[in-house]
């Protein structure tokens, strides 16, 4: 769609993305957004260059409800590739163009309203408000795939990305469209309705980023030929300068949840019921759903997700009738089965008389906020068990 000499470039990047290459392997849906989002931009420029007709709209508009219902934000995913549209269209007709292309998203947007819904009435008390650190931490993250600024060298490799990729009208629009908005905009949500700030949001825009780089670098590349190994070197150090290690404590991080897992199984193994609660409240409840319980993931309203203030009103609001019916609980923090309590934060249900072991898993130092007597019985990387008399 560009050149050859970018597509080299973003292969190359894709490939060392210490972000990207972290949640390859989870059991998660981040590698999908960061898919999908490149395939919108794909489709969004092929409507750029031939028009708004054929196959290339129709995919579109399923690529893009596809990414909405792929996480709890991701029409503000869809949002951003909508305004990047907006912006790259230079056609003689671009009033036209733009008029199709915005009810184009509004069809998307009607159609995703269910999950838009979802996601006010969610808790999601992992996100937080954005503090300054957490800004210039993400804009090295996106730039330099390193989340992290313990050092100089990731904020002077990320200002020198950043100014390569203001050399071309191309790559500044994709830097104002992936990086400049998204971050504008999860601030405003942050504080206005409800906090939506955390770098793993951000993966959608970031193979959009790698393509500007490559654009960018494959410029380079062609206007300065006396400093094409100099580049090269820059490039390669600036990509995997931090790779070993960041892959080697994503390996251990990932290791200790999966002893973690393999160990309650073992220990609930001869229990006729065991109540486990996670005091992260969001994070590792869904993390041990996965591993840990045979959930029926195409039943929502079995897997409640933690409660919020938002999901206490509906509920107080629905005819009694209802909520008998469908089983809805203002107060559920929990999924239950036939062996297994899996909870968000402590919950009662654990002291039924059918639970013959309590465990809790705690990886934020709040096991003193349950107000119950505990003794430590295990530990996994930042993972610590304890049990519950």
Request: net charge positive.
């Amino acid at each position: 769609m560009f050149n050859s000499k970018a597509a080299v470039f973003a292969t190359i990047l894709m490939f060392v993305s210490p972000t990207l290459l972290h949640y390859s392997h989870q059991l998660r849906m981040y590698s999908l957004i960061s898919v999908l989002s490149l395939w919108i931009f794909y489709f969004t420029e092929r409507v750029r260059m031939e028009g708004m007709h054929g196959k290339n709209v129709k995919l579109l508009v399923i690529l893009e409800l596809a990414l909405s219902y792929c996480h709890a934000i991701g029409i503000v995913f869809v949002f951003f590739h909508y305004v990047y549209g907006l912006f790259s269209n230079t056609s003689h007709d671009r009033k036209k163009h733009l008029t199709h292309w915005t009810l184009l998203h509004a069809v998307v947007f009607i159609m995703s309203i269910p999950v838009i819904l979802n996601s006010l009435f969610k808790a999601a008390e992992h996100a937080t408000h954005p503090k300054f650190n957490d800004i210039i931490e993400l804009i090295s993250s996106l730039n330099i795939s390193i989340p992290s600024i313990d050092s100089w060298y990731s904020l002077i490799a990320s200002a020198c990305v950043i100014l390569s990729l203001l050399a071309l009208k191309k790559t500044r629009l994709l830097v104002f469209c992936y990086m400049v908005c998204p971050i504008f905009l999860f601030i405003l949500l942050s504080y206005t309705i409800k906090p939506v700030w955390l770098s793993r949001n951000f993966i959608f825009a970031m193979p959009i980023i790698i393509v500007a780089q490559s654009l960018a670098l494959a410029y380079l590349y062609n206007t300065f030929k006396k400093y094409r190994i100099v580049l090269f070197l820059s490039v390669a150090l600036i990509s995997t300068g931090h790779l070993p290690a960041y892959l080697q404590s994503a390996v251990k991080n990932d290791s200790s949840f999966s002893d973690l897992s393999f160990y309650l199984k073992s220990v609930s193994a001869n229990n006729s019921k065991t109540c486990i609660v996670s005091t992260n409240h969001l994070n590792a409840f869904w993390s041990l759903l996965r591993y840990n319980a045979a959930v029926d993931w195409g039943n929502p309203l079995l897997i409640q997700p933690p409660k919020s203030e938002r999901w206490e009103q509906l509920i107080s609001k629905v005819p009694a009738v209802a909520v008998e019916y469908f089983s809805l609980d203002p107060d559920r923090n929990y999924y239950e089965d036939e062996k297994l309590i899996i909870s968000s934060g402590w919950t009662d249900k654990c002291r039924s008389q059918q639970v013959d072991e309590i465990y809790v898993i705690d990886d934020n130092h709040k096991i003193g906020d349950l107000n119950v007597q505990y003794a430590k019985v295990a530990s996994f990387g930042w993972y610590e068990v304890y049990k519950i008399p």
